[in-house]
């Protein structure tokens, strides 16, 4: 899930959507299906830019809500959820939210960690039932719950959709394991956002709770937050009402698709319910609202642990825009979504904005800055680097130095070995020179010039034009993605195979071990 996923409910005019107002609240009952939170005045500039957005054609739909010290300011959807049957999209409409999944993941291992039955600092092989992952560096006690949690494991970047019309039944998870259940980097040392990690972390749910991760999400964490639009996808039919995903190229529907297993993905969610979700992490939960988390576990999640992990907590990025205001959010973006949740907890400030396409970032970094504007003084520029359109460079550890022209003397030379994927082994040569230039050659392809991204004594980071020919990567046209770390005549990290295919619009990223010797 890459790219920024803020996604703006699009909230049009009676006159050309016929979607009458209505105030309501998000206490109590549902408000009724196709009725709105009329706009706060503030925010009017913001609507008319939203409904531009969807006039335009840039989107379908899009769903807002917007709550200020606990009281809803707008609560309004317009466009259509599905084009070929003419449905409206309304507030209670449930999209696919991509990665903001993760911090509903984290909730649920959270409370399992309340309750006694989860050490966050305990390895997290201890609660996979048996699922083990391969070390390529240092121990399952090094992979912890709470390194996992922060992306900070060693897991690589993993990013693969399964498309039910080509493959009804998925991958067991114990296969994606097996292919891509790595630790390339030492734990704790740098930031790396995985997928996989999270999927892992739904299996932890389900081996601690004994309930599977659909059931427990259902009941231990939407019911009691009210959430009654909220679901987990399980390959079935899509949730009754559900907004269809579109291709932003052709506009012709996403088919029905899920990645390997749960946890970093595959919720379905309406703006309605997902406000009431950070108004609850926003330690401002709603009347009817029951608690399943406390304060204290809530403020944890959005911590900086360590220090100098400036990035992700428990489930959530975090910022800090230009007026010195924390942002804590998450973005969702995957196939034919775009989606964004942000809060200010110093504002008492939540938003979700809901999008059934793929949709550009600046578009949808207007909606959010515009929102910022109208209800904080002074505010409209929130970086959010930690959001899904960065993510790309997250994927691979933070060098510790700023990137060099010139590689230093200690990565200068013939390098020799191998790419390790799933089912083969790839004979590989780098020659790294002291003026910068970078050749990459694997066996039986042609050398390649690699475009280097950053470079120091002890890190490199670039991506060349070439194959890892596994099966998995065939349907998509791929290059590769160096991420190594020198220590002293080895260079080790991973090669990953980062992928577009054109026929289903969407992207992969498929990671395997590499490890050289200076010649």
């Known amino acids: 899930m890459r790219r920024l996923a803020l996604l703006a409910t699009v909230v049009g005019t009676p006159a050309l959507f016929s979607i009458p107002g209505c105030s309501c609240s998000l206490e109590g009952d549902r408000t009724p299906a196709g009725a709105t939170v009329a706009v706060d005045p503030r925010l009017a500039h913001v609507r008319e830019l939203v409904v531009e957005e969807v006039t335009s054609g840039a989107t379908p739909s899009l769903s807002l809500a917007v709550a200020l010290d606990g009281e809803v300011l707008w609560e309004e959807a317009f466009g259509l959820a599905d084009k070929a049957r003419g449905t409206l999209a309304t507030p209670h409409t449930m999209y696919h939210l991509g990665s903001i999944a993760k911090p509903m993941t984290a909730t649920a291992v959270m409370q399992l960690a309340e309750a006694g039955l989860v050490d966050l600092d305990a390895p997290i092989e201890r609660y996979l039932g048996g699922l083990t992952l391969h070390y390529r560096v240092a121990s399952p006690e090094e992979v912890t719950v709470r390194r996992v949690l922060q992306h900070r494991a060693g897991l690589p970047p993993h990013n693969q959709l399964f498309f039910v019309d080509e493959e009804p039944e998925g991958r067991p998870l114990h296969e994606t394991v097996r292919r891509y259940g790595q630790i390339l980097f030492d734990p704790g040392q740098s ?231 799933y089912d083969r082994e790839i004979e590989l040569t780098l020659v790294l020179d002291s003026e910068g230039g970078a050749i990459a050659k694997l066996a039986g392809q042609p050398e390649q010039p690699i475009d280097l991204s950053y470079a120091s004594d002890s890190f490199l980071l670039g991506t060349f034009a070439g194959s890892i020919p596994t099966p998995d990567i065939a349907p998509y046209d791929h290059s590769v993605r160096l991420a190594v770390v020198r220590t002293g005549t080895t260079l080790a990290g991973q090669a990953t195979a980062v992928g577009w295919r054109e026929d289903r619009q969407t992207e992969c990223e498929l990671s395997s071990w590499i490890e050289l010797k200076r010649k």
């Open 191 to 421: 930031f790396i956002y995985s997928n996989l990690g999270y999927q892992l972390l739904a299996r932890l749910v389900e081996q601690v709770s004994g309930m599977p991760f659909p059931r427990y999400m259902r009941e231990r964490v939407f019911a009691p937050l009210g959430m009654a639009d909220a679901e987990v996808y399980t390959r079935d039919a899509l949730p009754t009402g559900a907004a269809l995903s579109y291709y932003g190229v052709n506009g012709e529907p996403v088919p029905q698709n899920t990645s390997a297993y749960f946890g970093n993905g595959d919720v379905y969610c309406s703006a309605h319910d997902l406000l009431r979700f950070a108004l609850f992490h926003l330690d401002n939960p709603l009347p009817d609202q029951r608690g399943v988390l406390a304060d204290s576990t809530i403020a944890s999640m959005r911590r900086q642990e360590p220090p100098d992990n400036t990035e992700y907590g428990l489930g959530w990025w975090f910022d800090v825009d230009e007026l010195g205001l924390r942002l804590v959010y998450h973005g969702g973006q995957t196939t034919g979504v775009s989606n964004l949740l942000v809060m200010t907890p110093s504002q008492n400030l939540a938003y979700v904005i809901l999008a059934n396409t793929d949709y550009d970032a600046e578009r949808l970094l207007r909606i959010h800055r515009a929102i910022r504007a109208a209800l904080i003084p002074g505010s409209g520029e929130a970086h959010l680097a930690g959001s899904d359109s960065a993510q790309s460079e997250a994927d691979e550890p933070a060098p510790d130095e700023s990137p060099a022209p010139q590689l230093s003397e200690g990565m200068v030379g013939e390098w020799q070995g191998q790419i390790v994927a």
